[in-house]
């Protein structure tokens, strides 16, 4: 069993800048695949950012260069840093653990 807790969604002028983390806690270890999806009403979940153990990381197009991602292996979080953001960056925003485990989302709001 695992659980993830996110935090720091919340509601930011468009530019603005938030910072979302999720604590992994259970029966884990050797984490290798941590990520950040969201979903907008009325869309599919999408991945916004994903990073390996070893720190390789990935991202989507519309992110890159705004957003970054990092973890901590020891405390097994997972860290999204939001700058620049856009009223189109509006949505729940889960972690994602092993590419199977969800968090519970936190919602991000970004008013023009």
């Known amino acids: 069993q695992v659980q993830l807790v996110e935090t720091g969604g919340g509601l930011v002028q468009a530019g603005g800048s938030l910072r979302l983390s999720c604590a992994a806690s259970g029966n884990i270890f050797n984490i290798n695949y941590m990520g950040w999806y969201r979903q907008a009403p009325g869309k599919q979940r999408e991945m916004v950012a994903v990073i390996l153990r070893g720190g390789n990381t990935n991202y989507a197009d519309s992110v890159k260069g705004r957003f970054t991602i990092s973890r901590d292996n020891a405390k097994n979080t997972v860290d999204l840093q939001m700058n620049s953001l856009k009223p189109e960056d509006t949505a729940v925003y889960f972690c994602?653990?092993?590419?199977?485990?969800w968090g519970q989302g936190t919602q991000v709001t970004v008013s023009s």
């Open positions: 994602n653990v092993h590419g199977i485990y």
